[in-house]
């Protein structure tokens, strides 16, 4: 048994297996490459597919070659499909999790689309290398290769979805179908440092767009001679993303919520150092207009000393006396 030997089950939708069953289809011819020990071919063959089949690995290429019609083996880094196919078609040729172990996985990809019949389609499974689990794992200063997963020691070739479809395109294919399967960040075989990463980082982290998807199961077909390739499609899952509601959930909720009264108690220090600043426009004016005030009665009491010391005062303040008066009354 090698390494890379699986069960396939149709019944578990959230299984690479499942996926590419579903997008090759039945009764077709299918070139499956990397096919391991034939598990897919297996089950390919019971949907009425006539698979044929490259392997490297000799035993476990023995252990696949009952249930194909033609079996290769060689090595896919010095191996030409359209070479060792030429003058054959098939409906589908599948890259089951192989391209990721190749040097120059973008030229085996454009040789297999010379082997595609009229309107056949190639359907590629591959890791996603910016899952959650490593986008922290990275975040945490750890990169530990593994037996199997996401960091098998094998890869030599890294893929995101964006990358994924500019390989797929640079081979003049479009993506028709995307889908994925589903893992949670820290549900799967990837070592993430937990304990040094804040929580409310862990929860963004999950929240980020595919940061669940572990697998990318994609169908591809020619784009038209006279055409430009379609928009790559939005990435289904395979299943429901599980609701997430652990430790670090709940410790980001109460984070956001704590931003949430502090931006609320800065919006109101705000809204208070406006009124301050208007009431203090406000004083300033209301002293320029006292100054103003002081400024006028203070003319006014210097224009009236002005008055009290002049003569014409004097004189008319004289006649005007009481005892002018009387006198002049008198006739004194």
């Not at 082997?115 to 975040?139: E, T």
């Not at 440092?193 to 990318?216: K, N, S």
């Not at 150092?273 to 002293?287: D, Y």
């Not at 005062?313 to 006396?321: L, N, T, V």
């Amino acid at each position: 048994m090698t390494v890379y030997e699986a069960v396939v089950d149709p019944s578990d939708a959230n299984l690479s297996h499942s996926l590419i069953l579903e997008q090759v289809g039945r009764d077709k011819k299918v070139l499956d490459v990397g096919c391991a020990s034939g598990y897919l071919a297996e089950a390919l063959v019971a949907r009425g597919c006539a698979v044929s089949g490259v392997e490297f690995d000799e035993r476990a290429a023995e252990v696949a070659r009952p249930h194909l019609e033609r079996l290769v083996v060689d090595d896919l880094n010095t191996l030409v499909l359209s070479e060792v196919f030429a003058g054959e078609q098939f409906d589908v040729v599948v890259f089951g999790d192989i391209l990721e172990h190749l040097q120059d996985p973008a030229g085996t990809l454009r040789s297999a689309v010379a082997l595609l019949a009229p309107g056949g389609s190639i359907v590629i499974s591959i890791p996603n290398v910016a899952h959650g689990s490593l986008r922290l794992a990275l975040l945490g200063g750890e990169w530990n290769p593994t037996d199997r997963g996401l960091l098998d020691a094998t890869h030599i070739r890294f893929f995101t979805y964006t990358t994924l479809v500019s390989m797929v395109e640079g081979a003049g294919l479009q993506v028709d179908e995307a889908r994925s399967t589903v893992a949670d960040a820290l549900a799967t075989e990837v070592a993430v440092p937990t304990g040094m990463l804040p929580p409310e980082i862990v929860d963004w982290v999950r929240r980020r767009p595919l940061a669940d998807a572990y697998q990318f199961v994609i169908r591809a077909s020619v784009v038209p001679a006279d055409g430009v390739p379609a928009g790559a499609p939005r990435v289904r899952p395979a299943i429901e993303p599980p609701v997430v509601n652990d430790h670090f959930h709940q410790q980001a909720a109460l984070v956001r919520e704590e931003k949430q009264r502090m931006l609320t108690i800065r919006d109101h220090i705000i809204g208070l150092e406006a009124e301050a600043g208007v009431t203090r426009r406000r004083m300033t004016q209301l002293e320029e207009e006292n100054r103003e005030l002081r400024g006028e009665l203070l003319q006014v009491a210097q224009d009236r000393a002005e008055i009290y010391r002049s003569s014409t005062w004097r004189i008319g303040k004289a006649a005007i006396s009481p005892a002018t008066i009387v006198k002049k009354v008198l006739g004194r």
